[in-house]
T-cell receptor, first 114, second 112 residues
Framework: ETGVTQSPTHLIKTRGQQVTLRCSSQ?????VSWYQQALGQGPQFIFQYYREEENGRGNFPPRFSGLQFPNYSSELNVNALELDDSALYLC?????????????FGQGTRLTVV | AQSVTQLGSHVSVSEGALVLLRCNYS??????LFWYVQYPNQGLQLLLK??????LVKGINGFEAEFKKSETSFHLTKPSAHMSDAAEYFCAVRRGGFKTIFGAGTRLFVKA
């Protein structure tokens, strides 16, 4: 079975621009979560999608938005990029919504905002 | 609100020595706890998870962790460090719903 894949691996954007990051979940997984990991910090929860609907959100502004598609792949969109948005963005998928289900992480997308 | 505290942002051990990475959680009810490892420029890999079935949890690569409710701790150990263990380690907690909260991480250095 294929794992979680994210694209692109690296990205450089200019402040004020918009960016879309993509994630293909592991086969059979219907839940996708997105995390932001700033340099030297732990991952911070952005939001989660379950069966194409957002079912949880962390402390991130509305310019962070997402989608989940019928095949359970997902996108993270960030509008009006700020320098502080520079980080590693991680996508994680899990086979079902639940507290003790393991989340499988992708390699991440390194976003640099200049 | 639940949170996770990892004591020590950096830990250095010699190859073959005991590895001990500390994690304390705060939660009003027993949580589900996880340890993840992150190698440079990679995503997170699950080492082990506590789901209340047993207090001593064995994971991959020889790691294990013990859940101690009285101390609200979930420390990660490995009897003998290997050079390949050098990485960033994250303790995480999830109590209900969807949100996983990660600690700030502990970078493990292994000296030859």
């Amino acid at each position: 079975e294929t794992g979680v894949t994210q694209s692109p691996t690296h990205l450089i954007k200019t402040r004020g621009q918009q960016v879309t990051l993509r994630c293909s979940s592991q086969s059979g997984h219907n839940t996708v979560s997105w995390y932001q990991q700033a340099l030297g910090q732990g991952p911070q929860f952005i939001f989660q999608y379950y069966r194409e609907e957002e079912n949880g959100r962390g402390n991130f502004p509305p310019r962070f938005s997402g989608l989940q598609f019928p095949n359970y792949s997902s996108e993270l969109n960030v509008n009006a990029l700020e320098l502080d948005d520079s980080a590693l963005y991680l996508c994680a998928s899990s086979p079902q919504e639940g507290v003790n289900t393991e989340a499988f992480f992708g390699q991440g997308t390194r976003l640099t905002v200049v | 609100a639940q949170s996770v505290t990892q004591l020590g942002s950096h830990v250095s051990v010699s190859e073959g020595a005991l590895v001990l990475l500390r994690c304390n959680y705060s939660s009003s009810v027993p949580p589900y706890l996880f340890w993840y490892v992150q190698y440079p420029n990679q995503g997170l890999q699950l080492l082990l998870k506590y789901t209340s079935a047993a207090t001593l949890v064995k994971g991959i690569n020889g790691f294990e962790a013990e859940f101690k409710k009285s101390e609200t701790s979930f420390h990660l150990t490995k009897p003998s460090a290997h050079m390949s263990d050098a990485a960033e380690y994250f303790c995480a907690v999830r109590r209900g719903g969807f949100k996983t909260i990660f600690g700030a991480g502990t970078r493990l250095f292994v000296k030859a």
